[in-house]
């Protein structure tokens, strides 16, 4: 059983930049690929980034290619999103989610575990 709980999240204005944190619990966390999603007011649920168990494969949505970085930690057992530049429509509840096994995927149905959610508000 895995726990996932990220910190990070708040208001900033556009241009601003905000730093995600994901805390795992579990023994075996360097055996988890990990992603970030974001799921705003009325639009389904998207993946943001995600990062193989090594941290030496990573993906990143169009939209946040450039500005936004997923590293993870695995002694601390703590994967992160660094989002730079941030615009309005970056504004959503930001989720970490978990898979066991090395590679990561794009689609969150492949994942196993869900932390509770940090709210991002981006204003203009």
């Known amino acids: 059983q895995v726990q996932l709980v990220e910190s990070g999240g708040g208001l900033v204005q556009a241009g601003g930049s905000l730093r995600l944190s994901c805390a795992a619990s579990g023994r075996t966390f360097s055996s988890y690929a990990k992603g970030w999603f974001r799921q705003a007011p009325g639009k389904e649920r998207e993946v943001v980034a995600a990062?193989?168990?090594?941290?030496?494969?990573?993906y990143y949505a169009e939209s946040v290619k450039g500005r936004f970085t997923i590293s993870r930690d695995n002694a601390k057992k703590t994967v992160y999103l660094q989002m730079n530049s941030l615009r309005p429509e970056d504004t959503a509840v930001y989720y970490c989610?978990?898979?066991?096994?090395?590679?990561?995927?794009?689609?969150?149905?492949?994942?196993?575990?869900w932390g509770q959610g940090t709210q991002v508000t981006v204003s203009s």
């Open positions: 990062i193989n168990w090594s941290g030496g494969s990573t």
């Open positions: 989610a978990a898979r066991l096994g090395r590679a990561f995927y794009t689609q969150g149905g492949q994942y196993d575990y």
